[in-house]
């Protein structure tokens, strides 16, 4: 992850003037979707194909591809991406969401310094809430992985469409909670 973020960070100077991977400091949620816009550009380099889960002897749950993993052997399925883009968050001092749907999932990300009561939200009405008042950006990070590589806005899109129904929400994860509760 480390090894990512100076591309990150390099790709933030460019577009921004500052390269600074820096939380919440700047007290801007521009500055927050810059990085997260960074971060998205600078995976969309490194040329990873979608691949189906690993093999495993589980009959339940999933196995997930490490960051050093996905980005080793340029493979990932939606919830390695989403796991990898949260940790790099993290590591922006950033605050990740997780948020599974029926089939999938995608990352989301506190543009305000936040977090939720709760470890894990299992109404997506409040999260399209934070995200219409500007509180919450949620970005579809298997969108990394096509090629032609859409822009993030495209990513956004297809994102914001998955929380629609309340049918196929599952639940999200407000990480930063989560590790407060432990």
Not at 100 to 123: N, T
Not at 126 to 155: K, Y
Request: proline fraction near 4%.
């Amino acid at each position: 992850v480390a090894l990512l973020l100076r591309e990150v960070r390099n790709r933030l100077g460019k577009a921004t003037g500052n390269n600074a991977l820096d939380g919440y400091q700047s007290h801007s949620a521009e500055r927050v979707a810059a990085m997260v816009i960074a971060l998205y550009e600078t995976l969309q380099g490194f040329s990873i194909s979608y691949a189906e889960t690993p093999a495993s002897f589980e009959e339940t749950g999933q196995k997930i591809r490490m960051p050093d993993r996905v980005l080793g052997e340029q493979l990932a399925n939606c919830l390695d991406m989403t796991v990898l883009v949260a940790a790099c968050l993290e590591q922006m001092g950033l605050h990740p969401l997780l948020v599974v749907v029926r089939g999938h999932a995608f990352p989301g990300v506190w543009l305000v310094d936040e977090r939720f009561p709760e470890g894990v939200v299992g109404d997506a009405a409040r999260l399209r809430t934070r995200a219409a008042l500007g509180e919450l950006l949620f970005f579809d990070s298997s969108t990394i992985m096509h090629a032609p590589a859409p822009p993030f806005s495209v990513a956004r899109t297809v994102a914001t469409e998955a929380l629609k129904s309340e049918d196929t929400f599952v639940f999200a994860i407000d990480v930063r909670t989560a590790r407060l509760d432990r």
